[in-house]
């Protein structure tokens, strides 16, 4: 058989060291704006928690040792003047660590160990595993010893202040190796009868299938196609608390949530080489829809919010879900989509419209997922384009599900609603030039430098020429060299690092790029992608991008980012191809 390739190089300081289904990764990143000097294995069951420390050890010395920490999708590997130390993962929840010429102390990252907080340690009677339990997490951690020496214990059973862990040396043959596990209670002892080798190369074997099944069109003009799909692989984690399927967390630094709209940009990445995971990704938050037909703001291990919403892209995302996918939805899948989306579809139209009113509102900027955008200075609770424009196109959706199943009068029924909505739309928030937001409390209608404002561009030729002309020349405006910038550059309240007032971020370039298609206007989509891609190219995956220099900004292994690069490069692939065959014909 032949040996899996390494796959990408890349910095644990950007993107952690993990696997698909992990709940743990190995990062130096411990929270937002947090980095420590050493590596630590970071959880994110019941939050993001640093729970052990990982320090390379001098063999002579016993003291920290200087190393160099490489990474691929395979393994990761301290390297020093004296030697190194590998690590892998066996599987989801088990890690095997060989050190040859340095040694390796593992202690509990918290210092004190309180009735309600920090990370007990004790040596296991029943099969001579290090066990640390971590109240953070509420899980545990044992380490086995496979060979070498445990040359030096700290802190078992030691209760209040106190470092606790082991230091492993190598014995004779200079060589030394453990597994370390996270459990819930208890299992049976630890044991394994693949070598280091073998566990190394199943990992790479694990991620290259992965890549060769969500992005096997990439090439040399692809360039950072398989790092996105190992942010993407790496940050899915298996079903636990309230993750209800396979999730693909936004990230697993601090933002390691599903949140109500980013869910959707993973699940179109997924759809064309792995529908069942794609269609789990779309299907997780409408798990949690309330009775009120709202979806949570978000969902992660142990907590799910509902003190916001997220605009709803939904009935766009699963257009081109279905688009994408390589078979159509069963019915029975297609009766449950239908009927979840019908049911967020009259959250907005009753929850979220004032009496009298035709246009719905968000009741924040959070609700709108552009949380701090220069359209809601006004006031929070406001009326905006955007809004109105996602919803039209939930409703055509609805209206093309409905009649797959045969709900006849309820398809024109949703289809009379969307044309009631654009009416509307044009005819309260489109001045003649541009679209404007409103209160929602009887506020005149004002213009904002936002690229919020410009969103309806998504209703593609469903707008009338002249709107959506108008619309493409305004975007065009906020375009850079790197990207679409939320905020106009000339605006005074452009902010290089503020968030949604300035910085790029990926599923506004994708859903702009969609509808500037929709709407005629290829070149200017073409030039949006082809920046964008390069952008990631350059920069990497971040959560949002500074749109006058291109750096990454705030969380640096973002799966919504890396997810739009796979979808705009897929599609520029094909684009390609389809160009070639047609001047081959020609």
């Not at 160099?68 to 890690?95: H, N």
């Not at 709202?294 to 279905?322: M, Q």
């Not at 044309?419 to 937001?437: I, K, M, P």
């Not at 073409?526 to 749109?547: Q, V």
Request: aromatic letters at 8%; one cysteine or more; glycine letters at 8%.
């Amino acid at each position: 058989m032949t040996a899996a390739l390494p796959g990408p190089a890349f910095s644990v300081h950007d993107i952690p060291f993990s696997t698909h289904g992990s709940w743990f990764g190995i990062s130096p990143v411990l929270a937002e704006k947090i980095r420590a000097e050493d590596l630590h294995l970071v959880s994110h069951q019941n939050g993001m928690h640093a729970v052990l420390r990982l320090v390379p050890l001098d063999a002579a010395t016993g003291e920290r040792a200087e190393t160099r920490v490489e990474a691929t999708p395979g393994l990761l590997s301290w390297t020093g003047k004296d030697g190194r130390i590998d690590l892998a993962y066996e599987s989801p929840d088990t890690v095997r660590l060989r050190g040859d010429g340095l040694g390796l102390r593992v202690t509990a990252a918290a210092k004190d160990l309180t009735p309600f907080s920090g990370t007990y340690f004790y040596r296991d009677p029943v099969d001579g595993s290090h066990t640390f339990t971590s109240y953070e997490t509420g899980r545990r951690y044992r380490t086995t010893l496979l060979s070498g020496t445990v040359a030096e214990v700290s802190g078992s059973q030691t209760l209040g202040a106190g470092v606790r862990g082991l230091t492993v040396t190598a014995e004779a043959d200079g060589s030394w190796e453990v597994a370390i596990e996270e459990l819930d209670s208890a299992r049976q002892p630890y044991r394994s009868s693949a070598a280091f080798s073998e566990v190394t190369q199943a990992a790479r074997r694990s991620f290259a299938e992965f890549a060769d099944t969500i992005a096997p069109w990439r090439s040399e003009d692809t360039p950072a196609a398989a790092l996105a799909a190992y942010v993407v692989w790496s940050a899915t984690v298996r079903p636990a608390g309230m993750v209800t399927r396979p999730a693909v967390l936004m990230s697993k630094h601090w933002m390691d949530k599903v949140w109500s709209w980013d869910h959707c940009f993973n699940a179109l990445a997924l759809a064309p080489g792995s529908p069942g995971l794609a269609w789990d990704q779309f299907s997780l938050p409408f798990d949690h829809q309330d009775d009120s037909g709202a979806l949570p703001d978000s969902v992660t291990h142990s907590e799910v919010l509902y003190n916001f919403v997220k605009p709803p892209i939904h009935g766009w995302a699963l257009r081109h879900l279905r688009t994408r996918l390589p078979e159509p939805l069963d019915p029975a899948q297609l009766a449950e989509a239908y009927r979840r989306l019908a049911r967020w579809t009259d959250f907005w139209l009753t929850a979220r419209r004032a009496p009298e009113a035709t246009l719905p509102h968000y009741q924040h900027g959070n609700d709108s997922g552009w949380d701090n955008a220069t359209a809601f200075d006004p006031e929070r609770v406001m009326v905006t384009a955007d809004l109105t424009a996602m919803l039209i196109l939930q409703l055509d959706e609805l209206a093309r599900l409905a009649t797959e199943l045969g709900f006849l009068d309820d398809a024109r029924h949703r289809t009379r609603t969307a044309d009631t909505l654009q009416v509307a739309l044009l005819g309260e928030l489109w001045d003649g030039e541009r679209f404007l937001s409103r209160p929602a409390h009887d506020g005149t209608p004002a213009p904002s430098s936002s690229l919020l404002d410009l969103m309806p561009i998504v209703l593609g030729d469903r707008l009338p020429l002249e709107v959506r002309d108008r619309l493409a020349e305004q975007i065009e405006a906020h375009l850079t060299a790197f990207g679409l910038a939320t905020e106009h550059p000339a605006s005074p309240h452009y902010e290089p690092d503020g968030y949604w007032r300035g910085p790029i971020w990926a599923p506004v370039t994708v859903l702009i790029e969609d509808g500037l298609r929709r709407a005629g206007h290829e070149h200017l989509a073409n030039e949006i992608s082809a920046r964008f891609r390069a952008l990631c190219e350059t920069s990497g995956f971040a959560e949002n991008f500074d749109a006058l220099t291109g750096q990454g900004l705030r969380d640096r292994a973002y799966t919504w980012t890396a997810s739009s690069y796979l979808l705009l490069a897929r599609d520029h692939q094909h684009r390609q191809a389809g160009a070639g065959a047609a001047t081959a014909v020609a």
